[in-house]
């Protein structure tokens, strides 16, 4: 194994293999632990319909009905909440979802109103705002609906981050990649399929073809498509498998163009980017 993809697979934290059971439990009770160290009662995550988020919520949906239930104390909730920018295409996926989950509540907010109000204030500036740059615009403002509806309800918020994601920086920075807690870290993407088959989700939720879907001149653009190189590749190198080398020049191009995705804001004591 090249000393970059070990390098790699220690920072994120990535077994070869993994037990189903132990790593269920393993998230469940980070998240019990984070709620009851903070005080805290509301875990609250947005779902898209894809198979992060599924997972998220039904993980955390599981950690909040234990707590219900070691504690007695009614007020620990999972809120599920919908953030379509208009009308979404998947939004049955979505819905569907969150009935798998059993989510204690559901909120729906649409970001389109508050999207085009700043889209607005921006274009008055005399700035061009790229479709790439409002798709970012739209994973902000789904994080800001978020820490609302977690600072309403003593909570906080779950992320839906993962290793193959965390590798390729595949989040917006300050957007999706903002969160208090991100119970996925350290699973693959088929990791992540592992557990929700596992769980008995159902199947077109994790088997649907992944996208962040924020461009609208790509509607419905594949993940794998933007990052140049598949999941599957991905997976196999943070299981520290041999990969095609233009495969590996890519996923080792990602990390590290997305190195300051991982980390908090530079000061002058940082020195990786020098």
């Not at 998240?31 to 009662?41: A, M, N, Q």
Request: aromatic letters at 6%; glycine letters at 8%; hydrophobic letters at 40%.
């Amino acid at each position: 194994m090249r000393d970059l993809q070990e390098k790699i697979i220690k920072a994120l934290g990535v077994k070869a293999k993994i037990d189903s059971a132990s790593e269920i439990k393993r998230s469940i009770n980070l998240l019990k632990e984070y709620l009851r160290k903070t005080g805290l009662k509301t875990l609250v995550l947005g779902i898209s319909g894809g198979q992060d988020s599924t997972l998220a919520g039904k993980l955390s949906q599981l950690a909040i009905s234990e707590l219900r239930q070691e504690t007695g104390d009614t007020t620990y909730q999972f809120i599920a909440v919908r953030l379509p920018y208009g009308e979404q295409a998947d939004e049955q996926d979505a819905l569907d979802a969150i009935a798998w989950q059993e989510a204690d509540q559901m909120m729906r907010i649409n970001i389109q109103p508050a999207v085009e109000g700043i889209m607005a204030q921006l274009t008055t500036t005399g700035l061009t705002i790229t479709d790439f740059n409002k798709g970012n615009i739209k994973a902000r403002e789904r994080m800001i609906a978020q820490y609302g509806i977690a600072a309403a309800s003593q909570g906080v918020v779950v992320g839906t981050d993962h290793a193959a994601e965390a590798l390729a920086g595949f989040y917006t920075k300050f957007g999706d990649g903002a969160a208090d807690i991100t119970p996925l870290y350290r699973l693959n993407k088929r990791q992540g399929r592992q557990l929700l088959t596992y769980l008995g989700a159902p199947e077109h939720l994790y088997e649907k073809v992944p996208t962040a879907d924020l461009e609208e001149a790509r509607p419905a653009l594949p993940d794998e498509q933007a990052l140049g190189v598949s999941y599957n590749a991905i997976d196999d190198y943070l299981e520290g498998k041999d990969v095609a080398p233009a495969d590996a020049v890519q996923i080792e191009k990602l990390y590290q163009r997305s190195e300051h995705k991982r980390r908090g804001p530079i000061t002058v004591f940082d020195e990786w980017w020098q």
